[in-house]
């Protein structure tokens, strides 16, 4: 052991003084992490404004729960009351954002037109209808004021439709009035949480900073497998081989190099992306686990491709084309687990999926939640590290 | 293959830890320093601690690298590249030292440096196996020479062993006045001379061991009347004994 840590260091100590190491295994991967971040912070931060001008003509209590306990309960809705159907049609012709919301600005991003006898229309069979004017230079706003009025007549229609079937079963007059603004207050008994592990995501930021750092992490470990054909290609291997260490000496420290790299690579993407963008990686203990077995499994992978290439040249070739495809079936790139199908149980079969699916269940559970990634990149790791280590030593040569 | 008695292979660490190896390529890292490669492959050889500090200050001293001793590697010269190539193989004392054609490519300075180092060590009891195709550097520093060619060994012996292996002899030329004729026909009795000839200014023979029988030629020669000037001797050397064994065909 003591043999394979001096040649570990001093690959480390090489390592150190090459420059590409450092833009392989930090630079490259932090650089587009923050640029991904950057991007994308504003969008996290986003809130949700809109001004909507509201003609209530029929100033009955169903247009006034409307407006009392739907639109002034939604975050971020500024309610403006309008006296005429006029003002508010000019309110709406007024916005002028194009992107976003009205905010503090004069105008409104849609209206909602009550008409006369609306609460009576709906507390009998008659048909009653909102009329919803949506600025076209708003237009996410407007589709926002639309879906919360076809919200609110489906909660009308259900509540006629209750109070129906009650006054047929008992055979009296309920007071329909009473019942339906009791029923409308009445928060939802049952909200459906959907958390299976398909549909747990990362926040973008933390995504990227994550996608990016494994799928550079590849590139890192390759170095140690690299490093072991140059050895042979500038004529040290010759010197090591004639040297009174085991040969198995000389593997050993060349993955140990590749595996501390590795570490590091991912420890300082992970503390740099958490200080600089607020990326969200999870639980310290999780993560050390996930990186961990992360690193393992690309060791793995790169030294099977390693033992069956011929030159360096060759191992370099293979290694990046399968980061790059394993990257991109693994959703390194884009979020493959919300795609659904083939191409979501697809990414399995890369190490990189798992430790994205690793990451986005630890977001929403514990440690224990992140066992089969684990496991799984494990099982990556050694199955292939055992075959590329066996093909290696075999091919250690002058 | 034994190798002071232990078998050599490659997993045969005791043995291995007789034998310096000093590869024809450059066997170290150039982005390290002198000092950085000598301990690096100190260490490998077992060497650690106060020792191998010691060694690679010896080692340093001896191959005259030691003000450039924290320079990179890449700032050298070819002839101290070489030298630290060959520092490194000598770095732990190995009982047999090999040497893969360690002067090519380099100045005639460093040549000379490496040529005194390797007789120093062999007259301090190293063994060394010095692989070379300067048959000038086998004659100066090696006792016995093996003459391989397309990896199959053709002759084995000390220089003069190989000259007459393959009958090889030395061609002498008296530039003399006088009796030559006489002269001629007196050499020619002698068993160990052939082809005795009268030429425009002298006599030329051929003898086995030129240098052995010249004073009981030059005695002939004055008995017979013949009035020598000059001697030249054109001994057999390893050149002749190689081209013969080997043939005159161009190699890839």
């Known amino acids: ?398 | 293959m034994l190798l002071a008695g232990e078998p050599m292979s490659p997993d045969a660490t005791r043995t291995k830890r007789l034998v310096g190896l000093v590869p024809q390529d450059l066997a170290i890292y150039p982005d390290l320093g002198a000092t950085e490669n000598l301990e690096f492959f100190g260490r490998l050889q077992g060497l650690k601690g106060p020792v191998l500090r010691q060694r690679v200050a010896e080692v340093l001293d001896m191959i005259q690298l030691t003000d450039r001793a924290y320079d990179r590697i890449e700032t050298y010269s070819g002839g101290m590249k070489r030298r630290l190539n060959i520092g490194i193989g000598l770095l732990h004392r190995p009982a047999l030292l090999i040497l893969d054609e360690p002067t090519v490519g380099v100045d005639p300075q460093s040549r000379n440096a490496i040529l005194e180092s390797v007789e120093l060590l062999g007259q301090e009891g190293m063994a060394v196996l010095y692989t070379t195709h300067y048959m000038e550097e086998a004659e100066r520093l090696c006792d016995r020479i093996g003459i391989v060619d397309h990896g199959e060994l053709m002759a084995e012996g000390s220089q003069r062993e190989l000259v007459q292996i393959v009958g090889q002899r030395d061609r002498l030329t008296l530039t003399a006045t006088g009796a030559l004729a006489a002269t001629v026909a007196e050499l020619e009795t002698m068993p160990e001379v052939d082809d005795a000839a009268v030429t425009g200014d002298g006599i030329t023979l051929t003898v086995d061991g030129a240098h052995d029988h010249l004073p009981e030629i030059l005695s002939i020669a004055g008995k017979t009347g013949s009035v020598v000037k000059s001697v030249d001797i054109d001994s057999a050397n390893l050149e002749s004994v190689f081209l013969k064994l080997t043939g005159r065909a161009l190699r890839e």
């Open chain 1, 1 to 398: 052991m003591g043999a394979a840590w001096t040649i570990a260091r001093k690959d480390l100590k090489l390592r150190l003084r090459d420059r590409s190491a450092y833009i392989i295994g930090i630079v490259a991967p932090l650089g587009l992490a923050l640029v991904f971040g950057f991007v994308l912070n504003p969008i996290s931060d986003f809130t949700f404004t809109a001004r909507y001008a509201v003609a209530d003509l029929d100033r009955g209590p169903v247009s006034a729960l409307f407006v009392d306990d739907v639109l002034r309960s939604t975050k971020g809705v500024r309610v403006v009351k309008v006296a005429s159907v006029a003002e508010a049609e000019a309110l709406v012709d007024a916005t002028v954002n194009p992107l976003g919301g009205t905010g503090d600005k004069q105008g409104a991003d849609a209206a909602f037109i009550f008409p006369k006898g609306f609460s009576a229309d709906v507390q009998s069979e008659r048909p009653a209808a909102v009329q919803v004017i949506g600025s076209q230079s708003s237009q996410t706003n407007a589709g926002v004021s639309l879906a919360l009025a076809q919200g609110y007549a489906s909660e009308l229609t259900s509540v006629r439709v209750t109070v129906a079937t009650v006054e047929n079963l008992t055979g009296r007059r309920v007071d329909r009035l009473a019942t339906g603004v009791k029923v409308l207050q009445t928060p939802n008994p049952a909200t459906l949480v959907d958390e299976t592990t398909t549909t747990k995501q990362l926040d973008p930021v933390t995504f990227y900073a994550a996608g990016m750092a494994i799928f550079f992490l590849f590139f890192t470990v390759q170095s140690g497998v690299t490093a072991l054909l140059e050895e042979r290609r500038t004529g040290t291997m010759a010197r090591l081989l004639s040297s009174p260490i085991p040969r198995s000496a000389v593997l050993i420290g060349k993955m140990l190099s590749a595996f501390a790299l590795g570490i590091v690579s991912m420890t300082v993407l992970m503390v740099a992306t958490t200080l600089a963008v607020d990326a969200n990686w999870g639980p310290p203990l999780g993560v050390a686990l996930l990186i961990l077995a992360a690193v393992v499994a690309a060791l793995g992978i790169v030294a099977l491709i390693g033992g069956l290439a011929r030159s360096t040249e060759q191992a370099n070739t293979a290694s990046s084309m399968i980061a790059i495809i394993l990257g991109f079936i693994g959703g390194t790139f884009f979020d493959v687990s919300q795609a659904g199908g083939a191409l979501a149980r697809l990414r399995f079969i890369s190490p990189h999926g798992w430790f994205m699916q690793g990451l986005a269940d630890l977001s929403a559970g514990d440690v224990s939640v992140i066992i089969t990634p684990v496991l799984a990149m494990l099982a990556f790791g050694l199955i292939a590290g055992a075959i590329g280590m066996a093909r290696l030593r075999k091919g250690l040569r002058a």
